[in-house]
């Protein structure tokens, strides 16, 4: 279901401007007439290639990372170990990047672009796989998840197992997936102890965000594209408590850009490939609702604008309504019991846990506190306009100017609606707080804002570098025709006629150079990212999310005996409650 917005950039990137383009073979006319097909049929070949990479480079952090000798609840231990973890996704990016210099420099540059597709796809993979790490860092020496049988984490191992055993779970509207899969994993691999397998699901899942949402951008944008402007936004919303309910997000978000390009061209698109990614896009939309449902609702009024601004109204009615009408079919079929389920019981079910940023301005959203925000100063943080600070600033001016770059583009059109959309449903839902006395969740809108804000302030650094490559293809275009009539100019003197690269050249170096310094910059800002996100969940006693972990040293284990590195050896049924003072 690859559905590029750069033209054949998902399948193939544009042809390099220096090694690679003088690679030998590359003109040949005799592969002229193969080279289309060979391409269709080398696409998921190389897709396959990018994701066993990127899985790959998600598990060495955490495997790596269960070596360490440390105790996790000691704070000069938790530096060392995400130093350790630093130091090791240092080098092994280092390497990725090493092997896309080699690739430049062997055989005319030849296998470039295959190096540099599979160091994209690596280096998504170890970001997600550094904050798996520390998770495992986290949870040395104790078997429980996150918060052990506390909170949602409690609830969830409840459900899980009942579920799992065929029993109906202590909420209907729960997402389903999420219960089943921690059910039967643990019925694998832990003989049916849901406790101690979501340990692992935590982490695992942890692992998995990077590839996964490389793999959906990958959809939409050439690797290197996907890295930056895809999977780079995702990491400020990277969560190794319950990462599925984040990681439908940011998958939902390219997804339904995908579904909606694809609903664009789908008057011109054959039958049998129109109803066969109608039905693709309809499953994989159904198995995330299934995950976690509360973005769709969040998205809903922006993805329909967007669909009915891009349906082939002209080229083709038919065409456009048997699409969806395919994906329609196809996420009944996945997801239409438990649609069911939330249309009736979710009428019903009201959320009337007031938290801590209830109470806060509704339109600040950079941030979120969580349920535990730990000591608060003044919050929102003063900004320098009206209030306003710079980020919000930068966040609503990349808005427009998004926009008016890509004002034709379903992939700009699509993510600002599903902005306005989330922004809209916000203000609805709080503005009837006071009357409902209920919260609804609202507050998680927050992180929809963010993603899609910080996607929109990259996708302008992304269309302002398409415009640039026009221009400079232009430019190349031109220059020889132009100098060929100046007698004794270097594209007269080029061997063979042809124009020499000093002549053709202008602006900036060539294009190997830019994707390796990109690499480059990407290793630096995904690992302080990634370093940062796993430092939120090392153990300590702040009022914070590091709780979380905290607690799980602190419970009894099924043998009776105390987790490793219990403080003072001491632990209890359902360990440490003093975050109860911290809930407000």
């Known amino acids: 279901m690859t559905v590029s917005t750069e033209g054949s950039a998902a399948v193939r990137p544009v042809p390099p401007s220096g090694p690679a383009a003088n690679a030998p073979g590359s003109s040949k006319s005799s592969d002229a007439d193969r080279a289309p097909r060979r391409a269709l049929r080398s696409r998921g070949g190389l897709l396959l290639l990018e994701a066993a990479v990127a899985f790959a480079a998600a598990l060495v952090l955490p495997l790596l990372a269960r070596g360490l000798k440390l105790n996790p609840l000691n704070r000069i231990a938790q530096v060392s170990g995400l130093a350790a973890i630093q130091l090791r996704f240092a080098l092994i990016g280092l390497l990725l990047i090493a092997a896309v210099v080699l690739a430049m420099r062997l055989r005319g540059g030849r296998h470039f672009d295959l190096a540099t597709r599979l160091a994209a796809a690596g280096l998504a993979g170890l970001a997600s796989g550094f904050v798996a790490a520390g998770a495992v860092v986290a949870l040395l020496g104790t078997p429980w998840p996150m918060f052990g049988l506390n909170g949602d984490s409690g609830r969830i191992v409840e459900w899980a197992h009942a579920v799992a055993n065929g029993q109906p779970s202590g909420s209907p509207v729960y997402p389903p997936m999420p219960l089943y899969t921690l059910g039967y994993y643990a019925?694998?691999?832990?003989?049916?102890?849901?406790?101690?397998?979501?340990?692992?699901?935590?982490?695992?899942?942890?692992?998995?965000?990077?590839?996964?949402?490389?793999?959906?951008?990958?959809?939409?944008?050439?690797?290197?594209?996907?890295?930056?402007?895809?999977?780079?936004?995702?990491?400020?919303?990277?969560?190794?408590?319950?990462?599925?309910?984040?990681?439908?997000?940011?998958?939902?978000?390219?997804?339904?850009?995908?579904?909606?390009?694809?609903?664009?061209?789908?008057?011109?698109?054959?039958?049998?490939?129109?109803?066969?990614?109608?039905?693709?896009?309809?499953?994989?939309?159904g198995v995330l609702f299934l995950t976690y449902s509360g973005w769709f609702l969040w998205s809903a009024a922006g993805v329909l604008f967007a669909a009915l601004l891009y349906f082939p109204w002209k080229t083709g009615r038919l065409k456009g309504a048997a699409f969806m009408g395919s994906a329609l079919a196809a996420f009944l079929v996945v997801a239409g019991r438990y649609l069911m389920v939330m249309l009736k019981e979710g009428q019903t079910t009201k959320d009337y846990n007031f938290r801590f940023d209830n109470f806060t301005d509704p339109a600040y959203y950079l941030m979120w506190r969580t349920d535990m925000p730990g000591k608060v100063g003044d919050w929102p943080p003063p900004g320098e306009f009206g209030g306003v600070g710079l980020f919000a600033l930068v966040t609503f001016v990349c808005l427009g100017a998004a926009i008016w770059l890509g004002l034709r583009k379903p992939l700009v059109v699509t993510i600002a609606a599903m902005f306005i959309s989330a922004w809209i449903m916000r203000m609805f839902i709080a503005s009837h707080m006071y009357e409902t006395q209920t919260v609804q969740l609202y507050t998680r809108t927050n992180n929809q804002l963010l993603y899609c804000g910080l996607i929109l302030c990259a996708l302008v650094a992304h269309l302002v570098s398409l415009k640039s490559a026009e221009r400079r293809t232009a430019s190349e275009a031109t220059a020889p025709a132009s100098e060929a009539t100046e007698p004794g100019s270097e594209a007269t003197a080029a061997v063979g006629g042809a124009p020499a690269a000093a002549a053709v050249r202008t602006g900036f170096p060539g294009r190997e150079g830019a994707v390796i310094g990109t690499l480059c910059a990407l290793l630096l800002l995904l690992g302080t990212v990634s370093s940062s996100m796993s430092d939120h969940y090392m153990p300590a006693q702040d009022g914070t999310y590091r709780i979380l972990p905290w607690v799980s040293h602190t419970v009894r284990q099924q043998d009776g005996k105390c987790p490793k590195f219990a403080p003072k050896g001491e632990c209890s049924k359902d360990g440490d409650q003093s975050w109860l003072s911290y809930i407000r």
């Open 187 to 285: 019925e694998w691999f832990h003989g049916g102890n849901t406790a101690y397998a979501f340990k692992d699901l935590q982490i695992l899942g942890a692992a998995a965000f990077g590839p996964l949402v490389y793999l959906a951008w990958r959809m939409l944008l050439s690797p290197l594209r996907a890295l930056a402007f895809g999977v780079v936004p995702a990491f400020a919303l990277i969560d190794s408590y319950k990462p599925y309910s984040q990681t439908v997000l940011v998958l939902l978000v390219p997804v339904l850009v995908a579904m909606v390009v694809a609903l664009r061209r789908s008057g011109t698109e054959g039958w049998r490939p129109l109803l066969l990614k109608g039905a693709g896009f309809g499953a994989v939309l």
